[in-house]
């Protein structure tokens, strides 16, 4: 589902009284690429910019706190 597909969705549910597609605007505020959610390419200097995978298997790997 895209996150304009969510946004459309969770429209329709919220007009008619139904909460249960907060799951689907959370997303869309934070992976929509028109809503400031989408960080990909704006890594600061200095900060690594490395996958989930990656951070979770050095985690887990003891190579961070």
């Known amino acids: 589902m895209s996150t ?3 946004g459309e969705i969770v429209a329709e549910k ?3 009284g139904d ?3 907060i ?3 959370l997303h869309r505020h934070m992976y929509g690429g028109d ?3 989408d960080f990909r390419g704006k890594v600061s ?3 690594p ?3 989930s995978e990656e951070t979770a298997s ?3 790997a003891g190579k961070r706190p």
């Open 49 to 51: 910019n490395e996958s």
């Open 14 to 16: 919220m007009a008619k």
């Open 35 to 37: 809503t400031g959610g």
């Open 58 to 60: 050095d985690t887990v």
């Open 23 to 25: 799951v689907p605007l």
């Open 19 to 21: 909460f249960s597609g």
């Open 45 to 47: 200097d200095g900060l």
């Open 4 to 6: 304009e597909d969510a």
